[in-house]
Antibody
Framework: EVQLLESGGGLVQPGGSLRLSCAAS????????MNWVRQAPGKGLEWVSA????????YYADSVKGRFTISRDNSKNTLYLQMNSLRDEDTALYYC???????????????WGPGTLVTVSS | EIVLTQSPGTLSLSPGERATLSCRAS???????LAWYQQKPGQAPRLLIY???SRATGIPDRFSGGGSGTDFTLTISRLEPEDFAVFYC?????????FGQGTKVEIK
């Protein structure tokens, strides 16, 4: 059974940093691209970032480019999102989503974690 | 960036009725790499359709997707009580991957 479990969320002041983690199990982590998607309270889904199977390719939404860094540790079956220079508008539930394959055609989310809440506020 | 516009914003229907949701892209979606998700309150999204028309594992055949280029549809042939939710489309053929703003299907 595919399982994804995000952690690392919390309350942080504007300008601060957080690192989110997503522990994956139940599938061969190294053969799937991975995504981060967020949802502000009462709002729709916003794609944040994605990463290739090896980590040599990373992609970002314009809203987080230069502030967020996605990475993965295939030896630990874990996906990360380093978030720096946080803003009020980054407040959201952050979901980790498994990609559908190892290629460009796989950047949708076929399995999702329950999410971790990030609140940016002074 | 490809902008996805979903319509209508809200669809009020009764169980047993047919639902047709639209997703229009600001430019052609590469490879018809378009997905549909269902989200219920307090839950993570669930993948329904990928590649515009392929049903995800375990999705009932009353859900179907179609379209290509810039116009895509999600059809629910006969609404079941558990189908009422918010539905999102997403294009993943080009970066940044983008979502539509969602269509809420509510009980009439």
């Amino acid at each position: 059974e595919v399982q994804l479990l995000e952690s690392g969320g919390g309350l942080v002041q504007p300008g601060g940093s957080l690192r989110l983690s997503c522990a994956a199990s139940g599938f061969t982590f190294t053969t799937y691209v991975m995504n981060w998607v967020r949802q502000a309270p009462g709002k729709g889904l916003e794609w944040v970032s994605a990463i290739t199977t090896t980590g040599d390719g990373t992609y970002y939404a314009d809203s987080v480019k230069g502030r967020f860094t996605i990475s993965r540790d295939n030896s630990k079956n874990t996906l990360y999102l380093q978030m720096n220079s946080l803003r009020d508008e980054d407040t959201a539930l952050y979901y980790c989503a498994k990609g559908g394959s190892d290629s460009w055609s796989g950047y949708y989310g076929d399995y999702w974690g329950p999410g971790t809440l990030v609140t940016v506020s002074s | 960036e490809i902008v996805l516009t979903q319509s209508p914003g809200t669809l009020s229907l009764s169980p047993g009725e047919r639902a047709t949701l639209s997703c229009r892209a600001s430019q052609s979606v590469t490879g018809s790499y378009l997905a549909w998700y269902q989200q219920k309150p307090g839950q993570a999204p669930r993948l329904l359709i990928y590649g515009a028309s392929s049903r995800a594992t375990g999705i009932p055949d009353r859900f179907s997707g179609g379209g290509s280029g810039t116009d895509f549809t999600l059809t629910i042939s006969r609404l079941e009580p558990e189908d009422f939710a918010v539905f999102y489309c997403q294009q993943y053929g080009s970066s940044p991957r983008t979502f539509g703003q969602g269509t809420k299907v509510e009980i009439k």
